[in-house]
């Protein structure tokens, strides 16, 4: 049974530590995830753990960590719900062409460089558990995706929103996550019969058939159910119900199926009907719960679970340095060379870049499910964990660098008319 | 200013997709199949039973003698690098590598000179480490030989948990 008390006093602690992080580094004009993700870090062994070792285990005693830990799942699960949600396939029509060959291109070079770097880092940072392919694989995941609403809300404080710029990386954004999160459920699939008696294919036979139940009978089903008024009036919480019944189900359905519950959350949002407001409405029911109580107890878990310490000497700080490079040149590399090959202007590209390199909390989602799995080690996962942080704290400054505000402000303005323009002759 | 081009399907842009999507692909094709038969270090991490002589030599110090009358120590495994501690011993702790079946451990402290130097081999599927444990301090300290039988535990014997 939870000591219910120290769970109270945990939760309470970590919303304020991770929020006034949040506000922290608003002031510094750097999005509220940075400060609450260094605030889960803050919270764990590298820092709370070192400075104050009595009061850290006595605010986080091991037994304790497995209720957080709960917490935390039903904190993603809602995430990713909305992250499905937010998917909106009509921004990829306009740019289709740029932002398929960005993601994918982005993505592929990634995955070139994690099997290139693997093959120097696999012997060195994993052990026999393993497989170089798994071990690879799923670096390249990792550090291939974006974090799509971290970006968004990048882009929406920058006042980007209007901007083809937004439009590109928001677009991209949404085809990286359902590439990753298909990629993910690939290798998840591959790792786990490898290591089980039930062959890949089940679990790919299983994957295909509940996309082609989520998408082709639930997703009319619901859209059905939505036709009929009653639905957004007096029966609005029985179908709300029915949503989170049918959530829980797709999640527990991929769990079962070795891929994990994120997917199931995932693809369950996705599916959800774009009519009447309703997934607008499920959003604004979900994300003040999920953002200012859930989410923090997942930073703190992901935080608890990070030791920088690990990173014991500069032989580990300089494979930390090896992934943050392929991170980089994979991911802002591949979408700025992807994009100026389809003809985006060189400012653009550049700035396209730089906001697809935002991992955010995605990358720490993916880590922690390697971690979890046993893909990875707590060491690779404090490298992974780095790497997000920075390079979603480099976004801002580096956007500001290629983009300065008095510039994209014009720009948008200018752009904003021969869009409408361009929308009015179409 | 240049505009962003809107889409147009066409063969340009499918070939142009098809090629840069292609290469990279190929390459990891590459590279894994030139990877897929690395191996990692063995796991080693869980609780090690320390088997010594019962005669011990006249000049042992005390850091040695406090490793091995501990019993069992308890060694943390991230790939190649390995902290080992004996039993509610933090002090004593241990930082070390493996390379092959070779491990080697050192203090992290500058002021300890105790240092373990051992083999791995495997008997009945037991990991079995045969090593010496020595310390270059300013007294003359013999070095001592042990053996420790690997006792994996719930988690090291598998996957290191399930999600």
């Not at chain 1, 060959?101 to 990634?110: E, G, K, P, Y």
Request: contains cysteine.
């Amino acid at each position: 049974m939870p000591d219910l008390q120290l769970l109270l006093i945990q939760v309470a602690f970590i919303v304020i530590v991770t929020k006034t992080a949040g506000l922290l580094v608003r002031a510094i004009g750097q999005p509220p995830v940075v400060g609450e993700l260094a605030a889960g870090i803050l919270l764990g062994p590298s820092v709370f753990g070192a400075l104050a070792p009595q009061l850290s285990s006595t605010l986080f005693p091991p037994h304790s960590l497995a209720f957080l830990q709960t917490l935390s799942q039903v904190g993603l699960l809602l995430f990713m719900f909305m992250v499905g949600l937010e998917f909106q396939p009509r921004r990829i029509r306009r740019y289709g062409h740029v932002l398929f060959l960005a993601s994918h291109f982005s993505m592929a070079l990634v995955f070139f460089l994690c099997s290139a770097v693997s093959l120097f880092l696999y012997p060195k940072l994993s052990d026999n558990r393993v497989t170089y392919v798994e071990f690879s694989l799923f670096l390249g995941v990792a550090l291939g995706v974006s974090a799509f609403p971290v970006l968004a809300r990048i882009i929406r404080e920058r006042g980007l929103g209007k901007s083809e710029l937004g439009a590109l990386s928001i677009g991209c954004a949404a085809v990286d996550d359902v590439t990753a999160w298909f990629l993910l459920a690939s290798i998840l699939s591959l790792v786990r019969s490898m290591h089980s008696s039930a062959p890949i294919w089940w679990t790919l036979a299983g994957l295909a058939l509940f996309v082609i139940i989520v998408l082709l009978v639930i997703r009319p089903l619901l859209a059905l159910i939505l036709t009929d008024k009653r639905w957004k009036g007096p029966y609005s919480e029985i179908f709300i119900s029915l949503v989170f019944v049918l959530l829980l189900c797709c999640a527990g359905v991929t769990e079962w199926l070795g891929i994990h519950l994120v997917f199931g959350a995932f693809l369950f949002g996705v599916a959800v009907p774009r009519k009447h407001g309703i997934s607008e409405d499920l959003e604004a029911k979900l994300r003040p719960v999920t953002e200012v109580l859930l989410l923090p107890i997942l930073y703190a878990v992901i935080g608890l679970r990070t030791s920088f310490g690990l990173l014991q000497n500069s032989e580990m700080w300089l494979y930390c340095a090896l992934l943050f490079a392929v991170a980089v040149a994979g991911k802002a590399g591949g979408v700025a060379t992807a994009a100026r090959l389809s003809g985006v202007p060189l400012r653009e590209s550049a700035g396209f870049g730089i906001l697809m390199n935002t991992r955010g909390l995605m990358e720490l989602v993916i880590a922690k499910i390697g971690l979890d799995v046993g893909i990875i080690n707590a060491a690779v996962f404090s490298m992974l964990v780095l790497v997000a942080l920075v390079t979603t704290g480099l976004t801002s400054p580096l956007l500001m660098m290629v983009y300065p505000r008095r510039q994209f402000a014009g720009e948008a303005a200018e752009k904003q008319g021969k869009i409408s323009t361009i929308a009015a002759n179409a | 200013m240049q505009e962003i081009p809107t889409s147009k399907l066409d063969w340009g842009v499918a070939l142009r997709y098809a090629v840069m999507v292609a290469i990279p692909l190929l390459g990891m094709a590459v590279t894994v199949h030139v990877g897929k038969d690395l191996t990692a270090p063995p796991v080693l991490e869980g609780r090690w039973k320390i088997e010594r002589e019962p005669a011990l030599p006249p000049s042992v110090c005390e850091e040695q003698l406090a490793w091995l009358q501990s019993g069992e120590f308890v060694l943390m495994q991230q790939g190649q690098s390995l902290t080992a501690m004996p039993e509610g011993r933090p002090d004593l702790a241990l930082e070390g590598k493996v390379t092959g079946s070779e491990l080697r451990f050192f203090s992290p402290l500058p002021s300890s000179g105790l240092s373990i130097h051992g083999r791995l081999s495997k008997i009945d599927g037991v990991a079995r480490l045969d090593a010496r444990i020595e310390h270059a301090g300013e007294a003359p300290c013999s070095a001592l030989s042990f053996r420790a039988r690997h006792n994996p535990g719930p988690e090291g014997s598998g996957r290191r948990g399930s999600s």
